[in-house]
């Protein structure tokens, strides 16, 4: 088998640039080790940035997002000092989309399908080979025997446990990994969503969220020790926790009912250098890991697949591999902002088990001036919107 560019993984950022490359006559096979029902079943965040939903409409995959998606144009904070509203398309003149990860992966799927281009999926064992040397390989078991597969490039978009990032020899890859005391306890009901927009909720017992997938699908999510698991949280325990953290006004408003998915995720930060290594480049949740607190994971992903597809679009139609030459760099200075700006919420927003009195204090200090001043209010804006490519 032989293509021009391999892309192993077939989350959002291995099928969002397979899709581009493919309007632009440049040929992909996709190498994915899960099944197709499997990754379609996952549940993901669902807040899209507009540089996201754009690269959607130019991949051709934009039309149910536009139609489905619900269009943000502020998200609420709470503290125990009272609540808040942060007007993004004022401060920005921009806004956020809620569409959820899923419906984008199958977006993406479909319109994949619809090319006939190859997606191979319960590929086994994918190995990248040599990539520092000038005709990178991949080898994998598939369909009961060993395949080859040929590439001018390698595009690792295979998440935070793929191959394709350990496949950086260990003396030039750096990692910088940050680790928080707590996770998520995420729930999806088949409720309505308490308001119209987003609750970020800072409370004494820790952090709250109340989001959404459309009009009758609920996201909600409380901070929760590392130590517990999905099953100390029954649906009852849950909600009455949630009502704890929340503004009594929202409490009386929420629609309760059964979950219909349940999880808890650890909260981490982290970067590998450099996201290129010879003939491979990595993308998305293979590269980097966001807290959840920005809602910056799907989003990063989405500026990386923007920077390789313009430079892949500029090496195989222009004669130009400056771009490629580049793209580390420039995906990275990026990155590192975002990483900055999910660092920080999780920091304001969260109950840290070694905070003195002295931090609590200052915590507090920064959500009021946080609440009256414009200019920080449009700092946070600017990043959650998203920042320019
Ligand atoms: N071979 C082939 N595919 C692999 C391998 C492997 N050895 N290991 C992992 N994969 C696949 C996974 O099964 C998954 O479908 O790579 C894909 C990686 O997808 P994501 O983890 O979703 O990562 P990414 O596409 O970069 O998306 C980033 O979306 O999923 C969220 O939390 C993630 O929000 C982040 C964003
Ligand atoms: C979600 O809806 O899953 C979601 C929204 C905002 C976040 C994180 C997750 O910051």
């Known amino acids: 088998m032989r293509t021009q560019v391999a892309i192993v993984g077939g989350g959002p950022s291995g099928m969002l640039l397979s899709m581009l490359l493919h309007k632009q006559g440049i040929d992909t096979i996709v190498l994915e080790r899960r099944t197709r029902d499997y990754v379609l079943a996952r549940v993901r965040a669902g807040v899209l940035e507009t540089g996201f939903a754009d690269l959607m409409r130019e991949a051709g995959v934009g039309e149910r997002m536009d139609r489905e998606g619900i269009i943000h144009e502020g998200a609420s ?6 609540q808040f509203r942060i007007d993004f398309e004022k401060l920005t003149g921009r806004h956020v989309m809620v569409y959820g990860q899923t419906e984008v992966n199958r977006d993406l799927f479909e319109a994949r399908e619809a ?3 190859t997606t191979l999926f319960e590929c086994k064992g994918v190995k990248p080979r040599d990539i520092d040397g000038e005709q990178p390989f991949l080898t994998f078991l598939h ?3 060993m395949n080859r597969l040929d590439c001018d490039f390698i595009v690792g978009c295979d998440g935070f446990h793929g191959p394709c990032r350990q496949a950086i020899p260990e003396e030039v890859r750096t990692e910088y990994e940050k680790t928080y005391p707590f996770g998520w306890l995420g729930i999806l009901s088949e409720t309505p969503p308490i308001a119209e927009e987003l609750i970020y909720a800072a409370s004494e017992r820790g952090f709250a969220l109340c989001s959404m997938r459309n009009e009758n699908l609920s996201r909600y999510y409380i901070q929760c020790r590392l130590s517990d698991s999905p099953e100390d949280w029954d649906d009852d325990t849950f909600w009455e926790e ?4 929340i503004p009594e006004t929202a409490a009386e408003t929420l629609v309760t009912g059964p979950s219909i998915e349940k999880s808890i995720a650890p909260l981490r930060s982290f970067v590998c250098e450099p996201m290129r290594w010879g003939k491979m480049f990595l993308c998305g949740d293979a590269a980097h890991i966001v807290p959840p607190t920005g809602a910056k994971g799907l989003n990063t ?3 990386d697949v923007h920077y390789l597809y313009h430079a ?3 090496h195989f139609i222009e004669s130009d591999s400056q771009g490629l030459e580049e793209y580390s760099a420039r995906a990275l200075a990026r990155i590192w902002k975002t990483q900055r700006f999910s660092w920080w919420m999780t920091n304001l927003l969260h109950r840290f088990p070694e905070q003195t009195e002295f931090d609590l204090k200052v915590q507090q200090a920064e959500l009021a001036f946080l609440a009256e001043n414009e200019a920080a209010q449009r700092a946070l804006a600017e990043n959650y919107v998203g920042l320019p490519y």
Do not use: D
Not at 77 to 82: D, Q, S, V, Y
Not at 242 to 245: F, T
């Open 143 to 145: 369909g009961g025997k």
């Open 312 to 314: 892949m679009v500029q």
């Open 77 to 82: 904070f709470a503290h125990p000092g009272g």
């Open 301 to 303: 992903a989405a500026s």
């Open 242 to 245: 949630l009502i704890r953290r």
């Open 115 to 117: 090319t006939g281009a």
